[in-house]
């Protein structure tokens, strides 16, 4: 049991380009979640989904785009990286809503942007 | 402006000692969650405590929140140096989406040997 991964680990961008950072959980849970921590700041929530096939948005969602293709995958998406998203990214899932349970988090992505 | 805000933004005390660390949040709230992350890690969820609970025990862990002062605190008994890390409480607003969690910007928390 993995419980939350997300790949890469580490990545660096030019400004422009794009990538995808992938987030998988075999807890079978409904809800994903992605987060940014910017230094010394709590996490700011940038999408989530709360099943297959759904997304919505965050307080941050802006430059960002997400999928919900599998259950137990979250995929988060920038189509042209900026300065401003050099962050490190979280991705969490949970079985129900925030209102009833914790959630699991990944070990998160670090990528800067030149 | 963030929900949940956490004092001391650093704490450093001696391995024995408990560590006490505060949260104010500005809004009704359906519950509060702790969240304690290492250095460069994810999160680990530690406690949730729902709006109608006043005091919570996990461990070496005690939470009590306090919603007429819209408060909680987190306290950690007999310290390790192994506690080392930050600590962050999360809201669940009532009014808002039940599914969305904010966050402190946290208490970094040294405990020495």
């Known amino acids: 049991n993995a419980g939350v991964t997300q790949t890469p680990k580490f990545r660096v961008l030019k400004t422009g380009q794009s990538m995808t950072l992938l987030c998988a959980q075999d807890?079978?849970?409904?809800?994903m979640y992605w987060y940014r921590q910017d230094p010394g700041m709590g996490l700011r929530l940038i999408h989530y989904?709360?099943?297959?096939?759904?997304?919505a948005k965050g307080e941050v969602p802006d430059g960002y785009n997400v999928s919900r293709l599998k259950k137990q995958n979250f995929l988060l998406g920038l189509e042209s990286a900026a300065p401003s998203q050099t962050s490190v990214y979280f991705c969490?899932?949970?079985?129900?809503?925030?209102?009833?349970?914790?959630?699991?988090f990944g070990p998160g992505t670090r990528l800067t942007v030149l | 402006s963030q929900q949940g805000e956490e004092d001391p933004q650093a704490l450093s005390i001696q391995e024995g000692e408990n560590a006490t660390m505060n949260c104010s949040y500005k809004t009704s709230i359906n519950n509060l969650q702790w969240y304690r992350q290492n250095s460069g890690r994810g999160l680990v969820h530690l406690i949730l405590?729902?709006?109608?609970?006043r005091e919570k025990h996990s461990g070496r862990l005690r939470v009590t929140l306090d919603t007429s002062k819209k408060s909680s605190s987190l306290l950690i008994t007999a310290s390790r140096a192994a506690d080392t890390a930050s600590y962050f409480c999360a809201t669940i607003i009532s009014s808002g989406s039940a599914r969305q969690l904010t966050f402190g910007s946290g208490t970094q928390l040294t405990v020495l040997p």
């Open positions: 989904s709360v099943g297959e096939g759904t997304t």
């Open positions: 969490a899932s949970s079985l129900l809503g925030a209102s009833y349970n914790e959630q699991f």
């Open positions: 405590i729902r709006s109608n609970e």
């Open positions: 807890m079978n849970h409904e809800y």
